[in-house]
């Protein structure tokens, strides 16, 4: 933690914030300071939406403004309802760490709060997407973000590879100076090699090469343009593929009906609508692009008569800036000094807001308390009397709900009365029936099996059953096939209706087709015109891109050996100056020193003090070398001494705690003493001989 607050107490007390503060008086903030601390470092990043008074602004606002602002950025948090509590009460250990990442990287942030002003996306409800207008106002609204991704992109680079003309005036000085310097070394080689052997093949040879690699590289642009028509043409099989799968699906679909189709339609007209707009857009799109292309390719070359106008208008347009700058501040004075009454009664309000909201928290507090606890005494009633407790209202209301039962329950008594006498009765009449059957079936076996006719009597139920069914049957089919046959004239008249009204349509969408297809044609043909334009283009820019990196590499070649001949040239220059003056002092025209007449007497001199010096070190290291061994031995023996000694005095202190613990014991029984004095003044001698 300590480390962190003295990082993020650098970074405050640096450019810009210049807050001037320590360690402890950071620390010593309170939760709305560092509230006011982090406002200031979100003001840095992005001034438009961050300059609120944060002692005045509500919380929830200030929340939702300072962690929207911080998701959007990148600033990792949960962003629950702790984290919320403990950002507005001004939690250390909240805003310490976020602090601290805001500083760590504080100009990138500053770059990216500035592109989330264009290129946070806009959520869009689906069913607001389906009408026509808004879809293409989105579709706008997503080329103008990728415009101004390119548009920014391209800026970077510009600046990036940017130079300041001065620069350029010496670099086209320098480049003429190296210009002239080979051109030298140039004839200087040809008339080197005019009369040199196979030098012409190896010349031959080297330009081949050359001419292969240019080709190799021609040949890779080629392959990758091929590759990206490739992946074009696949997609746009898989949308063909996509698409007669779906004309197959609706045509094999029976149930479909002529809806569908229609829908399956209009849905391939709309598509190919977009299509058709996508397309031209993209023919505008490398049209124009071309069309720079051309006016760069056709621009005079850059003079320095046009880089000293276009210097002066700069310097022009920046004292302009400077005026209407010092204007806005006078204007900025000015408007401040009118709006001091409009602010001071903005701050009243604010306070009076504030005044009222709490007492509205106030009342809302104690009406949840009130509330809390006629709930906590009405479960108390409930646990003590079995039931809830009723109000007048209430109570009547469940009276006449209780008088309303009662007398549903009388009827329905007196119904279930009835209904189980009449059970009762029909139950008698049923098992006297039975018994009658029973008896008839018993008579009419005996009679069948007097006659020979036995089962006769089961047979013919049976019988009637079946074709009571069979009947049932044949009815139930009758229906299902009159049903049937009326939906399906039903069905015969709905297509033909749908085919006279699709008719019209089938002829404007074939029309549309025809013309969808000459249009695709005319795409073509100029999508293959202007292939064939762009691959010529990209080649020559290829081709002058090598020119120019082999011309820039051969350049950079030479001004590193200018520079190191320069260095070298430098040095000898000193070397042969300084032995000019040597030769000077040793004629005796002068000294080089008040001690020394010339040099090489100091380097005598110095030369004599360092091999004094160099002998005393070989003495010394001889002297090591000889007692190396007696001393690594007397060490050894002075450890094995110390060891000892520890050892002793252990020793000597168990002996003394157990004389001491005797003594003791010899006092109480009162018994003699012991005469220890010849055993405690003994003393160990250790004798060392060399």
């Known amino acids: 933690m300590a480390t962190l607050l003295k990082e993020i107490v650098d970074h405050l007390n640096a450019e810009p914030f210049h807050m001037n503060l320590t360690l402890v008086t950071f620390d010593e903030k309170q939760p709305i300071e560092l509230l006011e601390t982090l406002n200031a470092i979100l003001v840095h990043l992005d001034g438009k939406k961050h300059e609120v008074d944060v002692r005045e602004e509500n919380q929830d606002n200030m929340y939702v403004r300072m962690a929207g602002f911080l998701h959007v950025i990148g600033c990792k948090a949960n962003y629950d309802e702790e984290f919320q509590k403990s950002f507005v009460a001004g939690d250390k250990r909240t805003l310490y760490p976020i602090i601290h990442w805001l500083l760590s990287d504080l100009e990138r942030l500053r770059k990216r709060a500035y592109l ?6 806009i959520d ?3 069913e607001f997407l389906g009408d026509e207008a808004m879809m293409e106002m989105y579709q706008q609204y997503k080329g103008l973000q990728a415009q101004f991704k390119s548009n920014h992109q391209a800026l970077e680079q510009a600046k990036e590879t940017s130079t300041n003309p001065s620069e350029l005036r010496k670099e086209l000085q320098q480049l003429e100076a190296e210009k002239e310097q080979l051109q030298q070394k140039i004839a200087s080689l040809q008339s080197k090699t005019q009369n040199k052997e196979g030098f012409d093949a190896l010349l031959e040879v080297t330009s081949s090469l050359r001419k292969e690699q240019e080709e190799e590289a021609r040949i890779a642009e080629k392959i990758r343009e091929q590759r990206v028509q ?8 898989m949308l063909s593929t996509q698409r007669l799968a779906e004309l197959k699906s609706s045509i ?5 009906g002529a809806e569908t189709m229609l829908k399956v339609l209009r849905d391939e007209v709309n598509r190919n609508r977009e299509n058709l707009e996508r397309y031209r857009r ?4 490398k049209k124009d692009r071309l069309h720079t292309l051309e006016a760069t390719l056709s621009e005079p070359p850059v003079s320095q008569v046009m880089i000293r106008d276009l210097e002066s208008q700069v310097a022009g347009l920046r004292d302009e800036i400077q005026t209407l700058e010092d204007r806005l501040e006078e204007d900025a004075n000015q408007t401040d000094d009118k709006l001091t009454v409009f602010k001071q009664q903005a701050n009243l309000v604010g306070k009076k807001k504030e005044i009222a909201l709490k007492e509205l928290k106030d009342a809302e507090h104690e009406r949840s308390e009130l509330s809390q606890r006629l709930s906590d005494r009405e479960r108390e009633y409930e646990e003590r009397r079995g039931h809830k407790f009723l109000r007048k209202d209430e109570f009547k209301q469940y009276a006449a709900e209780l008088r309303e039962k009662t007398a549903k329950y009388k009827e329905m008594k007196a119904d279930l009365n009835e209904i189980r006498q009449e059970v009762a009765t029909l139950t008698r009449t049923e098992q006297i029936l039975q018994q009658r059957d029973e008896r008839l079936a018993k008579t009419v076996a005996e009679l069948e099996a007097k006659r020979g006719v036995a089962g006769y009597q089961t047979t013919e139920r049976s019988l009637e059953e079946i074709s009571a069914h069979k009947a049932q049957v044949d009815k139930s089919k009758e229906v299902q096939l009159d049903e049937l046959s009326r939906i399906v004239t039903e069905i015969t008249n709905q297509l033909k209706d749908k085919k006279n009204q699709l008719a019209p349509q089938i002829k404007n969408l074939r029309e549309v087709r025809a013309q969808f297809q000459e249009l695709e044609a005319k795409y073509n043909e100029k999508k293959g015109a202007y292939n064939s334009v762009q691959l010529a ?5 290829s081709r002058l891109r090598h020119e120019v990196e082999t011309l820039q590499a051969e350049c950079d070649d030479a001004e590193s050996r200018y520079h190191q001949h320069n ?6 220059e000193a070397l042969l100056e300084r032995a000019n003056k040597e030769a000077k002092y040793q004629r005796g025209e002068g000294r080089y020193s008040k001690e020394f007449a010339t040099l090489s007497a100091l380097l005598t001199n110095k030369l004599n003090e360092l091999d004094l010096h160099s002998r005393d070190l070989r003495k010394q290291q001889k002297e090591v070398k000889e007692n190396q061994e007696p001393r690594m031995k007397q060490r050894e023996m002075f450890s ?3 060891r000892l000694l520890d050892v002793k005095l252990k020793t000597a202190g168990q002996e003394a705690g157990g004389m001491r613990t005797t003594g003791e014991s010899f006092r109480a029984g009162g018994g003699a003493v012991m005469d220890m004095a010849g055993q405690a003044q003994g003393v160990n001698r250790l004798i060392i001989t060399e």
Do not use: F, G, M, N
């Open 537 to 541: 283009v990209d080649s020559d820019l």
């Open 282 to 285: 993209e023919v505008d799109e």
């Open 640 to 642: 094995v001494l110390q």
């Open 124 to 126: 869009v409800p689906p």
């Open 230 to 237: 490739l992946e074009q043409a696949e997609q746009q099989y």
């Open 116 to 121: 989330a002003h264009y290129l946070v996306p």
């Open 567 to 572: 260095v070298d040239i430098q040095t000898a």
């Open 252 to 256: 094999k679909d029976s149930d479909a």
